[in-house]
Nanobody, 125 residues
Framework: QLQLVESGGGLVQPGGSLRLSCAAS????????IGWFRQAPGKEREGVSC????????NYADSVKGRFTISRDNAKNMVYLQMNSLKPEDTAVYYC??????????????????WGQGTQVTVSS
C-alpha cells in the first residue's frame, strides 16, 4: 500500500522555524516528483514547493521564496521542507504529494497521484 506520512508540524512563533518531513512507504521515491501543498481555513489548497525526482529542479511559490527549502533523501525515502522566518500567514495544514514523472518534472499544481494526510502548522505569538 502506497502511503505518505507528514510530520514535524506544530505551533511556532513568528520568525521561527520548522522542518516538515514526508515519509514514503510501500514504494520508493526515486522516480517520483514531490510537492508540498498547504491549505488554510477558508482558502483553496496551494502549491508551496516541489522537487523533481532527479533533485536538479525545484520550484517555490513566490510567498515562500527565500524562506522555505525543499530537499529529499532518496536513500531514506524521505522529503523535507525547511521553513524559516515563518509568518502568521503560513498557518495551514501542509501536505506532501507524489507522482511518477520524468526526471526534471516539478509542478506546484494539483497533478499528483498520492497524498499524505497533512500536518498542522500554526504560526502565532
Amino acid at each position: 500500500q502506497l502511503q505518505l506520512v507528514e510530520s514535524g508540524g506544530g505551533l511556532v512563533q513568528p520568525g521561527g522555524s520548522l522542518r516538515l518531513s514526508c515519509a514514503a512507504s510501500g514504494f520508493t521515491l526515486d522516480y517520483y516528483a514531490i510537492g508540498w501543498f498547504r491549505q488554510a481555513p477558508g482558502k483553496e489548497r496551494e502549491g508551496v514547493s516541489c522537487i523533481s525526482s532527479s533533485v536538479r529542479r525545484t520550484n517555490y511559490a513566490d510567498s515562500v521564496k527565500g524562506r522555505f527549502t525543499i530537499s529529499r533523501d532518496n536513500a531514506k525515502n524521505m522529503v523535507y521542507l525547511q521553513m524559516n522566518s515563518l509568518k502568521p500567514e503560513d498557518t495551514a495544514v501542509y501536505y506532501c504529494a507524489a507522482v511518477q514523472r520524468p526526471a526534471l518534472w516539478c509542478s506546484l499544481k494539483y497533478e499528483y497521484d498520492y497524498w499524505g494526510q497533512g500536518t498542522q502548522v500554526t504560526v502565532s505569538s
